[in-house]
């Protein structure tokens, strides 16, 4: 496994308490909360200006360093704009996408181009995706495009205060806020109590003591995944209880891969774990000379797989689809907020 990732790994371990590699970032971290929150100020106070995009804006983010589900809680909420007659579209930074100009993402983009995160939700939403370093110009030319779009949705764009916003979703997993310090002596990308319109959390339950670290009284978001589909195989599926019995490995190369390994274990299923870095682009193929007769992956991991010659074909390679389920009641709080205020 790459030392880059031996590294993430040691890191987000030690952000989990406060423990003696913690203790001796605390300082610097200390500069990093001040530097922080002087820019958050800044742009609170008017001195730095944040451009108004004529539709609302909904920012969905985390300020906990890595993957907490703002994917499939992105899809989510496209899809819940969508059945109360908006026409969303979500602008995204694309990570590794190549360039730094506005660029509109379809169903057959090159993850190189256009990052993984982005192509998934093109192809789960059908809603216009653009993807640009900076997320205003994004915006500006997703409405360009798309006169028609009258709701916007930045996935993963809660510290970029450059964009003004309607309507802030923070988004937690079983995490918590970890330490509860910022970066680097915590996972923290900003202070815990900032503001925000809804918290939600993924996670199995949320228990007094996650809900009082997060707080915001948060909705709780559940990831479902009940069957699997051939990578290679165009409408092949199968329920996962069908490779009980088989020689499974788990592929994840998300933010926070135990949630998917939880989610095959809840299943009913045995396997091997394989924990990928985050965005893994798959270029050295990891299933070389693994010895499965079945190979499970995240649909963000697919995206690039199947447009990777050595792997599309892999008939071992099952992709697991989840779908977030969410009260229906932040989707008519969200709503609401949008129809409060009328596009410009």
Known sequence: MPNNHFLEVSLTRAWLRRGPLACALWPVSLLFRALSSLRAGLYR???LKAERLPVPVIVVGNIFIGGTGKTPLTIWLAHALVQA???PGVISRGHGAEGAAPRAVTPDSS??????EPLLIARRTGVPVVVGRKRVEAGRALLVAHPEVDVLIA?????HYALARDIEVLLFDGRGVGNGW??????LREAPGRRRDFTVVN???????LAAAVGGAPYRMELLGAGAERLSGAGERRPLSAFAGQRVLAAAGIGNPGRFFALLRGAGLDFDALPLPDHYDFRDNPFAGVDAD??????????????LENL???????VVPVAARIDAALAEHIVEKCRGRSPA
């Open 45 to 47: 106070a008017g001195v």
């Open 85 to 87: 007659g908006f026409r």
């Open 111 to 116: 993850t190189v181009e256009v990052g993984d």
């Open 155 to 159: 996935d993963d764009g809660l510290q």
């Open 182 to 187: 910022l970066l680097p002596a915590g996972p």
């Open 203 to 209: 996670a199995p339950e949320i228990t007094p003591p």
């Open 294 to 307: 079945v190979i499970l992956i995240t649909e963000k991991d697919a995206v690039k797989c199947g447009q």
């Open 312 to 318: 599309k074909d892999d008939p071992r390679l099952w």
